[in-house]
């Protein structure tokens, strides 16, 4: 089965064809970066306006690298929730125009579940059951995967998400966004015991929180000034290891508690390379199976939702017309 993935939840415009789940032909991806960076974050009106500049441009070229006409397309995918209402219309209302033009049938697709099941394009791929924790911009959160389509919430944050602690530290920081990649950049050369952020929620509690470490960066900052030079590598080396730290530990801890040995870390922030390399330490001294998705897997992509639309679709979910996007879906 080729299915033909869609996604414009945030800030990029993707498109992939994908073979049966698992062999990726062809994966585009638009970024919004330089136009919502002078703002300092995503502005909505802006996303929305540039997918619908983007999505048919990038539809087109997924389907050329792909050497594949939407003739050879079988299932449609696209990200129906969660995300930013006017961005998940865009990708929405395109899947049912090109649905209605061809025949073919569609899905909508989680995003969340995109993130979960994007491992599943590794040659290595972990079968259920497994853990999973989704990190990203707009949410951290820890998933028991008993089946596909069978998710259990165990660990959530309270507060910021983990990238939302990066890009207002980086603010902070007078770092461009995202904050991600500018932190882990500068983190490489400094210090991870120079300044001790604070940890939240230690113990058995699988919950995270990151509210009170980006507050204590502010007050870092207020007290001394906006640092430089090697001080500005020891502070995001700081920050940026309370944040592995936490997750890290919540993750191997979730998996004693509930039993599991095999790992998924997923999402735009599975891209840092202190988390991948710590969540790997971990798993590894305690005996667990870690997977890590490559870095191009763990931000926005349309292969991912092609392989949650696929697999949505094998266990018998349907799209109609009817179906609206849902920027609040929740997943368990």
Known sequence: MLVLGLETSCDETAAAVVEDGRRVLSDVVSTQVDIHRRWGG??????SRNHIVQVMPVVHEALTRADKTLDDIDLLAVTSGPGLIGALLVGLQVAKGLSLATGKPFVGANHLEGHLLAIR????APAPPFLGLVVSGGHTSLYEVRD??????VGRTRDDAAGEAYDKTARILGLPY?????????AQKGDPEAIRFPRALPGDNLDVSFSGLKTS???????????QGQALHDLCA?????VADVLSKKLVAAAKKLGHTQLVLCGGVAANSRLRALCKQRAEERGLR???PPV???TDNGAMIAVAGYEAWRRGLRGDFRLAADPAWRME
Request: net charge negative; hydrophobic share 40%.
């Open 42 to 47: 995503v502005v909505p009106e802006l996303a």
């Open 121 to 124: 394009l590794l040659e290595d």
């Open 148 to 153: 596909y389509g069978n998710y259990r919430l």
């Open 178 to 186: 995202p904050g991600g990649q500018p932190i882990d950049e500068l």
């Open 217 to 227: 960066v502010l007050h870092h900052v207020q007290k001394h000034g906006v640092p």
């Open 238 to 242: 700081s920050f940026q290891e309370a």
């Open 290 to 292: 870690m997977f890590l």
């Open 296 to 298: 191009r897997l763990c």
